[in-house]
Nanobody
């Protein structure tokens, strides 16, 4: 069982930055791939970024490449999403998730989910 709690969302002007953090419970955190997803109003949940259990591999949706960075600290049981150059299209609820299948891009491969944190970007 893994419990995930996100923090760091907020309201920011376009071009600004935010850092989302996800704190995980459980001793086996380092065994799971971790991902960030987002869901905007009226849209389906979308993959944003994923990181392997060791942190050695990452993957991003094309729309955030070069702007967002996912990292993890297995000693602290945390995974962060650093977001730079934010755009109004990045406005969504952002979810942290854990996958026993590794650093997956498909949401159905993630078993545990956080409650989400709101990110709002205004122009």
């Amino acid at each position: 069982q893994v419990q995930l709690v996100e923090s760091g969302g907020g309201l920011v002007q376009a071009g600004g930055s935010l850092r989302l953090s996800c704190a995980a419970s459980g001793r086996t955190f380092s065994s799971y791939g971790m991902g960030w997803f987002r869901q905007a109003p009226g849209k389906e949940r979308e993959f944003v970024a994923a990181i392997s259990w060791s942190g050695g591999r990452t993957n991003y949706v094309d729309s955030v490449k070069g702007r967002f960075t996912i990292t993890r600290d297995n000693a602290k049981n945390t995974v962060d999403l650093r977001m730079n150059g934010l755009k109004p299209d990045d406005t969504a609820v952002y979810y942290c998730a854990a996958s026993p299948a590794g650093w997956a891009t498909y949401s159905n491969l993630y078993t545990w989910w956080g409650q989400g944190t709101q990110v709002s970007v205004f122009s």
